[in-house]
Nanobody
Framework: VQLQAFGGGLVQAGGSLRLSCVGSGFPFSTYYMGWFRQAPGKEREFVAAIPWLGVRTYYDDSVKGRFTISRDNTKNTVDLQMNSLRPEDTAVYYC?????????????????WGQGTQVTVSS
């Protein structure tokens, strides 16, 4: 099983980045996917989640209206489009996969995790 996240980088406040995550070694289309982030000295926190059909999406209030999660089950990818970035969005971003759709905003729900990609937003 592998989840590879990429697309992070350094951006100025107000800018945009698009993160992508590619899954392999498990039936991607039957897993719920999420994005989390962890800033230095802080707990890992929920950012966004998308069920296996992608009909609905879920966001933390801090990113609602600025971030968009999407998935392509034909390519085994889940993306996070991040607009209007703020310095407080600076963190390592992780994609994760869960077989069960319960408590999608809790880290313990997820079975597999990617290695993380750094996002730094300068003021």
């Amino acid at each position: 099983v592998q989840l590879q996240a990429f697309g992070g980088g350094l951006v100025q406040a107000g800018g945009s980045l698009r993160l992508s995550c590619v899954g392999s070694g498990f039936p991607f289309s039957t897993y719920y996917m999420g994005w989390f982030r962890q800033a230095p000295g802080k707990e890992r926190e929920f950012v966004a989640a998308i069920p296996w059909l992608g009909v609905r999406t879920y966001y933390d209030d801090s990113v609602k209206g600025r971030f968009t999660i999407s998935r392509d089950n034909t390519k085994n990818t889940v993306d996070l489009q991040m607009n209007s970035l703020r310095p407080e969005d600076t963190a390592v971003y992780y994609c994760a996969a869960s077989r069960a759709w319960s408590h999608y905003d809790k880290t313990e729900t997820y079975d597999y995790w990617g290695q993380g990609t750094q996002v730094t937003v300068s003021s």
